[in-house]
Every structure is written in structure tokens, then in C-alpha cells.
């Protein structure tokens, strides 16, 4: 079910995918996050997801007026947990709302798990 404004120049229509696209692109800026990750249901393996399937990671969910977001995320080794995912869900309930004017009510975060960083 897509997000729809009426403003005075006609219809806008965001659809949940290029919400999914934009939060996922925000978390990636975030301090501690190596990437979004997606779960092997079949065996419970962990991947993580390269630039372009971002979405595979982020769950999103439209409401009347806001949404609800799910991140599955990766963090990286030695970073406070509980840190990271208070920058994540700060900044993606300011930039949703700057960039696309919708709120967010809800952000669940998964840590699928936690990786060295090679540099």
C-alpha cells in the first residue's frame, strides 16, 4: 500500500520500496553499521547485502500517516550496540521525515550479527 499526499499541484504516490531504498541508504551513513543483512530462513545463515539489495534488509510498513520500519542490520566489531542503533533510529526519523514528509512511528532493529572490519 503506497503513501499518497494531495498537494495543490495534484497526487503524490510513494511507494514502499523507494521508502526501503531511502532508509536503507540512510543507515548505511550511520557510524557502526557494516551493512544490512538478510537471513536464510532454510539453514539461519546471515548475509550481507551488497549496494544494490539494500531493500532485502529494511522492512517497511505504510499506516494511515506514518510508517514502521525494520532493519536488519551487521555492526561492526568493538562499536556500542546500543549507540549504533540510537544514531540509526534518530537519524532515520529525522531524514524520512525532511526528505519524504512522512512520519515514522516505529523502527525495530535486528543485529543479524557483527564483523571485523578490515581496513
Known sequence: MPSK?????GNIVIDEDVIA???GIIAM???GIVGMAARNVKDGIVHLLKGDSLTR???VRLNENNVSIDFHIVV???TK??????NLMSTVKY????ILGI??????IFIEGVRVDKE
Open 103 to 108: 512520519d515514522v512511528e516505529h523502527i525495530k
Open 21 to 23: 531504498q531511502i532508509s
Open 81 to 86: 550496540i546500543s549507540a549504533v542503533a540510537d
Open 57 to 59: 534488509g529494511v522492512a
Open 29 to 31: 551513513e550511520c557510524y
Open 76 to 78: 561492526e566489531y568493538g
Open 95 to 98: 531524514k524520512v521525515k525532511d
Open 5 to 9: 499526499f494531495t498537494s495543490e499541484y
